[in-house]
């Protein structure tokens, strides 16, 4: 389950996608979930490009970790999954 990067709440989901979505003067047609301890975006960076991710890596701020930690790597059975790729071509002995 994701959490809330403010506060560390588990959220059901992160964004809400609504059917306007092909209407550009609506935006993107996805709602930020407001977390419900803390009443704050969940995960405000589900919008944010690279570029604002990684200024805010550099400058160490928390969120941006639990965000890429807990959000990005952990699925819903709560473990992390990272995808390494084989080794090519394979070891020969
Ligand atoms: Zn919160």
């Known amino acids: 389950m994701p ?6 709440a ?4 992160l964004y809400t996608s609504y059917s306007k979505a092909d209407d550009r ?3 993107k047609g996805v709602r930020l979930t407001q977390c419900p301890r803390c009443k704050r975006f969940a995960d405000k960076y589900i919008e944010h490009d690279f570029v ?8 160490i701020k928390p969120q941006v970790y639990r965000h890429l930690l807990f959000n990005k790597l952990g699925l819903e059975d709560d473990r992390f999954h990272v995808n390494v790729p084989p080794s090519y071509p394979p070891p020969t002995h």
């Open 52 to 59: 604002v991710i990684f200024i805010d890596l550099v400058l």
């Open 25 to 27: 003067a609506l935006g």
């Open 3 to 8: 959490i809330c990067i403010e506060c560390r």
């Open 10 to 13: 588990p959220v059901k989901t």
